[in-house]
């Protein structure tokens, strides 16, 4: 860990007077293991690395990275980030992050045991999990996957103009990808459990759901077309406030490219909602100490009883905002430049369970997965058109599965017709926890 | 995250090839230096040795060196030119079923000798030990011919190339307030040997170009996008038109201005030639990758020789479709591309295949095996996608068509293979009353069950078109393409909020 930061140090360290230099340095360890019918298909270990080096001359900024950590490289790389940068556009707002004073929220991402556990004892895990979900249903006709993986990454960031500063963290997964069949009619689920360690993975949770999600949807037939009410399963949840988040991104605000520009302040959604973002809350899978750019993650509101509060920033958007960063920085790596994204988002769990979700419903569909979010929800447009499997609710209970079919609203009517709010807080591997959510006025595709 | 994972998701990188102009390339610009291998033959092949000294039955290394330039324009401004390099080489080892896999971008020798230490773990059969590799160097030409290698271009002249798309977009009408471009090229250098005693080399440049729009109306904001991309050089630049292409992403904005909600329900739906091969990728392609077929986890299983389509569909896989963007010389198990009819007539004749699955089967690879990186593991992939063109005159089949969709471009989709449900997005989409193109649509998904729609397909047009997009399958991705004539569904679910 020190030396990638005095990698990064040292790239920053060569900044010319006039010029800001920023290094991002990464480097990952990976493990992963796949079985199959008892035997190990594939088992890789890894070790990548990279730096990416942004430089900002007077207001133009150009970026390039190497893959590996050779000083002489990344020294190359810094060459032709400065010459990249005369090529922009000169931007008052373009510019490195600052410090701003914000502290550091001390976070323990990171389980040293993990670099403990043998291959062996990983590749035991999963074979486990393989056998529970073949052998936990008679209707489970293959386990197309089982999967571990762990990683260790960390990264250290370095610049001109005052950042210094290095984050690590474990992960740890288990997922198998089962399919069930019965008849001519096949079904899939995934189950997965994840962990910061070796021992935060429960083989049980991970087996009952692929099993519980591949057999639910037996069966499932196409209903006829309907506007009705729908509940959102956890996971869909999730998936559902990532999408949100970036329709919340300042950047896509300031360019005019969100449904929510210029609507700060304004009523966006039902009085019950509140939407909050908050990487320093350990729990979540995206918790962060210091964002992309090096500075200290924090709690942020976005929508406080329905209005829509803030924005998510980087320096550049807070700054073409006319504000200042919210520590939102994201990126994918060391091989691209930092962009505004949510970590951790969350909505304030409501007092209900599921069961007592799907009873205050009463008629409905409950959506246990939905396809296609990439080509079907335009956050310029707020249009939202997904494909969706799940199961009809009738007498506030689970009825009879359905497949192939769309659920359709936009973004903006969604946050007006949320009914309700479960109360079962779940941190996702995803940017967002999931929690039941039931969302009325959506109109269903089918026959 | 593989617990999110999508099965088989084409992503939106698209294109119109239809305005491809051919005009003389300029012969002004140097011609690219020739590199040396990126390792000493010897090298691998001590390389390869040491990976099957613990007992392994096969063994491969891929090396691979690839450059890349971006430069992004946003909001009138060039927001940031980058180049990256990633430089390294995947070694593995196969011993029965299990595969042991480890990377490196460290192309010492001693850095491929960990590495294949590290691969061979698997096998524990054999004790420490060095096997004799011979390799035979073969050379397989580009099915593309790069012109002018985008290295020798200036940057200057690629911004200049985004600043043009920009002010053509915004030249299309007043109501566009926005506009985004991006400009990429790469050059992927590969060498794929193996202990079979394969040696094999390509060079793959790509050049690609794409633009955003945001049109803003009183019923709010639309986009349209809109991207030129084939394994070509900067020649792309004298076969396809900046401005065409900024206009034609503006025009897919403005029109969907006045655009009312899609129907909700099965109505006929007729695609246009080009960006409508997402269809087939999805509702058959990825279904017909054979570890999806060996595992029991496509709705193609066990279909061979029966029909599966309607006897109009002739869908075809070719790597080796000269410039288009899913084309290479060899794959990245060093398999020369090839074309591959997978259904003829209506009657399913072959899967896709890698090497893997193919040896475990006792035949040949069909040059199917892609990998994202030197960090991935290849696998069972798609190359250029696309359905034959048949005899109907695509104007006649929308006249013929009473009361429908007619889409006109489409963004995406997503399949799961083991049931063969897929959606696919539309873009720019219209509804047909009485064999007339009429009202513009609001943007929608569409789903289908892939074997159910390919049996619902009723007419298929005399016309044709490819499009460029970004394939993702188990967390890789890789550039594919996909094409086909405008045709006709009978039925297929759209997923709109008006009634149908």
């Not at chain 2, 271009?153 to 911004?159: D, F, Q, S």
Request: aromatic share 4%; net charge negative.
């Amino acid at each position: 860990m020190p030396e990638l930061l005095e990698l990064a140090e040292r790239i920053a360290g060569a900044a010319r007077p006039g010029e800001q230099v920023e290094a991002y340095v990464s480097r990952e360890r990976e493990t992963d293991v796949r079985v199959y019918r008892g035997e190990i298909e594939t088992l890789s270990t890894a070790e990548s690395a990279g730096v990416g080096v942004r430089v900002v001359i007077k207001g133009r900024q150009g970026f390039a990275y190497v893959g590996d950590l050779d000083e002489a490289r990344a020294r190359e790389a810094l060459e032709e980030a400065r010459d990249n940068a005369s090529f922009a556009t000169p931007d008052e707002h373009v510019g490195l992050a600052v410090p701003d004073g914000h502290a550091v929220t001390t976070l323990d991402l990171w389980d040293d045991a993990l670099s403990e556990v043998s291959t062996a004892e990983k590749v035991e895990l999963a074979m486990a999990l393989e056998r529970l979900v073949r052998e936990g249903d008679g209707r489970i006709r293959e386990v197309v996957s089982t999967d571990y993986g762990d990683g260790q990454g960390e990264v250290a960031i370095a610049s001109s103009a005052g950042i210094s500063s290095t984050t690590r963290q474990t992960s740890c997964y288990l997922s198998a990808d089962a399919v069930a069949g019965e008849g001519d009619d096949t079904q899939t689920g995934v189950g997965y459990s994840v962990g910061r360690g070796f021992s935060d993975i429960d083989l049980a949770v991970a087996a009952h759901d692929a099993i519980d999600r591949a057999t639910r949807l037996l069966g499932a037939k196409k209903p006829n077309s309907a506007r009705l009410n729908v509940v959102f399963d956890r996971r869909v949840t999730a998936t559902l406030l990532s999408v949100l988040a970036r329709t919340l991104s300042g950047e896509d605000v300031a360019k005019g490219r969100s449904l929510f520009a210029g609507r700060l302040g304004e009523e966006v959604g039902n009085t019950a909602l509140v939407l909050v973002d908050d990487p320093t809350n350990a729990l979540a899978y995206g918790a962060a100490a210091v964002d992309a750019e090096g500075l200290a993650c924090r709690r942020n509101v976005l929508i406080e009883n329905g209005r829509l509060v803030s924005y998510l920033y980087d320096t550049y958007s807070g700054r073409l905002a006319g504000t200042s960063s919210t520590a939102s920085a994201v990126r994918g790596g060391f091989k691209s430049t930092p962009g505004v994204g949510a970590r951790a988002l969350s909505l304030q769990p409501g007092d209900l369970d599921q069961a007592a979700i799907l009873e205050f419903i009463g008629e409905g569909l409950f959506v246990q997965e939905i396809s296609g979010v990439h080509s079907g929800v335009n956050g310029v447009s707020g249009d939202f058109s997904v494909g969706a499997e799940g199961v009809m609710i009738r007498d506030g209970r689970l009825a009879e599965p359905v497949r192939e079919i769309t659920i359709a609203s936009t973004i903006q009517r969604m946050l007006q017709h949320v009914l309700a709010i479960g109360n079962d807080v779940e941190w996702l591997p995803s940017a967002a926890a999931g929690l039941t959510l039931a969302i009325g006025d959506v109109a269903m595709s089918g026959e | 995250m593989q617990s999110e994972r999508q099965r088989g998701q084409f992503d939106p990188l698209k294109l119109v090839s239809t305005s491809r102009r051919e005009t003389a390339a300029s012969k002004e610009h140097e011609v690219a230096q020739v590199e040396a291998p990126l390792i000493e033959p010897a090298v691998v092949e001590r390389a390869l040795g040491r990976a099957l000294g613990r007992g392994g039955e096969f063994a491969e290394i891929f090396v691979e060196d690839r450059r890349s330039t971006g430069v992004s324009l946003d909001n009138r401004k060039v927001e940031e030119v980058s180049s990256g390099r990633d430089r390294g080489a995947g070694i593995r080892v196969v011993v029965g079923d299990t595969t042991g896999f480890a990377h490196t971008a460290d192309l010492s020798e001693s850095g491929l000798l960990a590495a294949a230490e590290a691969a061979a773990a698997v096998a524990r059969s054999g004790g420490p030990g060095v096997r004799e590799i011979a390799l035979e160097g073969r050379s397989v030409p580009s099915p593309s011919s790069v012109e002018i290698y985008p290295e020798t271009i200036t940057k200057t002249a690629k911004v200049e190339l985004l600043l043009r798309a920009d002010e053509a977009a915004r030249a299309s009408g007043a109501a566009i307030v926005q506009v985004s471009a991006g400009y990429g090229d790469s050059r992927r250098r590969i060498m794929v040997a193996n202990s079979d005693g394969l040696l094999s080399f390509d060079d793959q440049v790509r050049t690609r170009l794409s633009v955003m729009c945001v049109a803003s109306g009183d019923t709010g904001m639309q986009t349209g996008y809109e991207t030129a991309a084939f394994t070509i050089g900067f020649e792309l630049f004298d076969k396809v038109s900046v401005e065409e292409t900024a206009q034609i992403a503006a025009h897919r904005a403005l029109s969907k201005l006045a655009a009312r909600p899609a129907p909700s329900g099965v109505v006929p739906v007729v695609i246009k030639s080009g960006t409508g091969g997402i269809l087939f990728h999805e509702a058959c392609g990825h279904g017909l990758e054979a570890d999806h077929i060996v595992k029991d986890a496509s709705a193609y299983r066990g279909l061979l020789g029966e029909l599966v389509a309607s006897p109009l569909v002739t869908l075809v896989d070719d790597g080796t479709v000269s410039d288009e963007w899913g084309s290479t010389a060899i794959d990245d198990e060093g398999k020369p591309t090839q074309r591959n009819v997978l259904i003829e007539n209506g009657i399913l004749t072959d899967y896709m295949w890698d090497f893997l699955r193919a040896r475990k089967q006792g035949r040949v690879s069909s040059g199917n095996g892609r990998r994202q990186s030197y960090q991935h593991l290849p696998m069972v992939r798609m190359t250029n996608t696309y359905l034959l063109a048949g005899q109907d005159d695509p104007e006649e089949i929308v006249a013929q068509t009473d009361r429908g969709v007619y889409v006109a471009h489409l963004g995406g989709g997503q399949v799961n293979t083991a049931t063969g449900d897929f959606v696919f997005g539309m873009t720019e989409a219209y509804l047909i009353e009485d064999g007339k193109i009429t009202e513009p649509l609001r943007d929608a998904n569409l789903i289908g069950n892939g074997p159910d729609v390919l049996r619902k397909i009723d007419a298929v047009g005399n016309d044709f078109g490819m499009c460029p997009g970004t394939c993702g399958k188990d967390g890789q991705s890789v550039p594919v393409g996909c094409g086909q004539p405008t045709l006709r569904v009978t039925g297929v679910t759209v997923g709109g909020t008006a009634d149908a």
